[in-house]
């Protein structure tokens, strides 16, 4: 399996682009979240979604976008990019309650700059 | 709602000594308790957890940590650091029902000074 992948690695974009973060997991897992990490605030919740077709929000959605029409892809949307979204952005995995598995599996990670 | 807090943004030990990084969660009802490792330009990686039972978990790579549930805590540990333990440790809390989408700490850089 390769578990969580995310891509690109790597994005530097300009201000007022859009563009879309990739995601997919291959364990069949129900429950995938986005997250983006800033020194010091830790891990903080953009959307998730608990299955295909459903999604809600997180901590701190403005400016994203998120669908889940399939239980494997979960993509970000950046609709205006803007120099306070410069972040590293991780995608995150979980089946659901009662397989007992509760941990969540990480992607590797988008770093993202807005200049 | 669900939080925890990490009261430490940086701790440091010096290797061969034990080391603990705490972290205190606040949650309606039993907590399931996660503890997560990231290591430089990585995603992070899950180390152990507590769901119930016996309120000493053991994990990957000698870690355990103790769920103290009259201090609401649940504190990261090793007998004996190693250098190669230097990471940044996440503490997570869940609540059983809701979202089901744990809320994480601000993060615990360790350093492992030879």
């Known amino acids: 399996n390769a578990g969580v992948t995310q891509t690109p690695k790597f994005q530097v974009l300009k201000t007022g682009q859009s563009m879309t973060l990739q995601c997919a997991q291959d364990m069949n897992h129900e429950y995938m979240s986005w997250y983006r990490q800033d020194p010091g605030m830790g891990l903080r919740l953009i959307h998730y979604?608990?299955?295909?077709?459903?999604?809600d929000q997180g901590e701190v959605p403005n400016g994203y976008n998120v669908s889940r029409s399939t239980t494997e892809d979960f993509p970000l949307r950046l609709l205006s990019a803007a120099p306070s979204q410069t972040s590293v952005y991780f995608c995150a995995s979980s089946p659901e309650p009662g397989t007992g598995d509760y941990e969540q599996y990480f992607g590797p990670g988008t770093r993202l700059t807005v200049t | 709602a669900q939080s925890v807090a990490q009261p430490e943004d940086q701790v440091n030990v010096a290797e061969g000594n034990p080391l603990t990084v705490k972290c205190t969660y606040s949650v309606s009802g039993n907590p399931y308790l996660f503890w997560y490792v990231q290591y430089p330009n990585r995603g992070l990686q899950f180390l152990l957890k507590y769901i119930t039972g016996d309120n000493l978990v053991k994990g990957s790579y000698g870690f355990e940590a103790e769920f103290n549930k009259s201090q609401t805590s649940f504190h990261l540990k090793k007998p004996s650091a190693l250098v190669s333990d230097s990471a940044l440790y996440f503490c997570a809390v869940r609540e059983p029902g809701g979202s089901y989408i744990p809320t994480f700490g601000r993060g615990t850089s360790l350093i492992v000074h030879p």
């Open positions: 979604s608990v299955g295909a077709g459903i999604t």
